[in-house]
């Protein structure tokens, strides 16, 4: 068992998240009960979420997409009020970390992507920032893009958008970014990518991607932003006396 404010400390140091201009705050959210031992982590702060933690009878949530994000309505009705008087009738704590969670060089998204991908040599792409958003890595032995999206797809557990950027050239070096990163494109085409992977496409990406022959994978916002939230649980459980329960809300986007 924790105090909230020591799980708020240990968090704050681990994710770096004080350095970071994020577009909503980072860190507790919403305060709830001083002691806190059972924890579920998942994706977004979703009612579906607050609901099973409820049910698992949480102190606190731990999520990547949380809530009072920039320019979003201050007014706490409708869908928002039910979320926060869930929370807040069953004294449970709401922790976030958005850009923290992505760039954390051990337990990121980005970095957990890069596992799945089984890519080599993996840094972060210097012209992105804050450092860690896009990440770069070589396959152990080249690949045709048939083949990386099909190890995506088993991986993930999901079917992905691959689009051939028409060169038919194998892939050898990739660049990623989870989530709504489609917009790094260039950057990636930039620094030489066979491929780049996000989790969201839009109608401009296609273009860029056929015109900078660059291969691209859209592989699903949430299905991308699973493993970093659930490596950041299973840490804490690992090093400190926490009961963690990841529980992953199904979201085909």
Known sequence: MLQRQQLTSLLAELLQSERIRDYCPNGLQVEGKQHIKRIVTGVTASQALIDAAISWQADAVIVHHGYFWKNEAMVVTGMKKKRLQALLTHDINLFAYHLPLDIHPGLGNNVQLGKLLQAAAVMPLPAAEPLGVVMQGELPTPQSLSQVADSLEQALGRPVLAHDAGSNRPVHKLAWCTGGG????????????????????????????????????????????????????????????????????????
């Open 182 to 253: 489609q917009g790094y494109i260039e950057q990636a085409a930039a620094a030489g990518a066979d491929l780049f992977i996000s989790g969201e496409v839009s109608e401009q990406t296609i273009h860029v991607s056929r015109e900078l022959d660059i291969h691209f994978i859209a592989a699903g916002h949430h299905a991308t932003e699973r493993y970093g939230i659930k490596a950041l649980g299973e840490y804490l459980s690992a090093n400190y006396p926490l009961q963690v329960q990841f529980i992953d809300i199904d979201n085909p986007a």
